[in-house]
């Protein structure tokens, strides 16, 4: 094994890595399903929920990650990244991050102002921050309609990209973020 594939993101921050794509991936699909239903009508408003939820589950996690991150050792690129490499991997990494704060605050903001919904899973309501504003509304449901667009090709780049390094190149970078035994050791 190279020292390159021993090399490896903290524990912690490889499971926040899986659980973010896991809840991420159900959101888009939700939401993308959800923007062809004409409003108010079902399963739209329930998947919504289910949506918005998940969009907030997603905001807290990646506040939790950036800490984690910053109080962990990232690894390294791989050697085999040649300049060109890492920098379409890093700008593809820095995008994914912005995202992942940039959707759930722009849907919070235009559900807030919009005076719709904010369930968190049945249970309890965020606070509404701005309410009754309709350019608020218009401006954040613009913005969340529009980066979707961004979210569709970072995320299909990401995963044509571990796919290349793991099929294609075998450099290990899929075992950096990959959950290993004796985890819990370090
Ligand atoms: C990581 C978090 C999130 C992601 C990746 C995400 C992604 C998406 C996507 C891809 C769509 C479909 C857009 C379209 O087809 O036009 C959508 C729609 C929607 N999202 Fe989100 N979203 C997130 C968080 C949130 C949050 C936190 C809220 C509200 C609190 C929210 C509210 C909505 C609403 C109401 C729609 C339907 C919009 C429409 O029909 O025009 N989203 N979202
Ligand atoms: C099936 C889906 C996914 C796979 C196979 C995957 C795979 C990977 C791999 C192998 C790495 C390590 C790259 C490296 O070491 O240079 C990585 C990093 C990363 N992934 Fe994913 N990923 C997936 C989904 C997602 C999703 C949905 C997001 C966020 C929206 C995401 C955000 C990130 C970020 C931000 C990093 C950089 C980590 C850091 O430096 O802190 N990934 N991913």
């Not at 991150?69 to 390294?76: I, Y």
């Not at 700008?91 to 919070?108: R, S, W």
């Not at 919904?117 to 350019?135: I, Q």
């Not at 613009?142 to 990401?158: E, K, M, N, Q, S």
């Amino acid at each position: 094994m190279s020292a390159d594939m021993t090399a490896a993101y903290a524990p912690l921050l490889r499971r926040i890595h899986w659980a973010t794509a896991v809840l991420f991936i159900a959101a888009v699909l939700i939401g993308f399903y959800c923007g062809l239903q004409p409003a108010g009508t079902s399963p739209r408003r329930e998947l919504l929920e289910v949506h918005k939820s998940l969009g907030m589950t997603l905001l807290f996690l990646s506040v939790l990650r950036l800490m984690v991150r910053a109080a962990t050792r990232v690894p390294p690129e791989p050697s085999s990244f040649g300049a060109l490499v890492r920098l379409a991997a890093r700008l593809n990494h820095v995008t994914l991050y912005l995202i992942l704060f940039a959707m759930p605050l722009t849907g919070y903001a235009f559900s807030s102002a919009g005076g719709y919904s904010l369930k968190y899973f049945w249970t309890f309501s965020w606070p509404r921050l701005v309410s009754g504003n309709p350019e608020i509304a218009h401006a954040g449901e613009v913005a969340h309609d529009t980066l979707a667009y961004v979210v569709y090709v970072a995320v299909a780049l990401h995963i044509a990209a571990t796919i290349w390094h793991a099929w294609v190149v075998r450099d290990g970078t899929l075992a950096r973020m990959w959950p290993r035994s004796g985890d819990s050791e370090r």
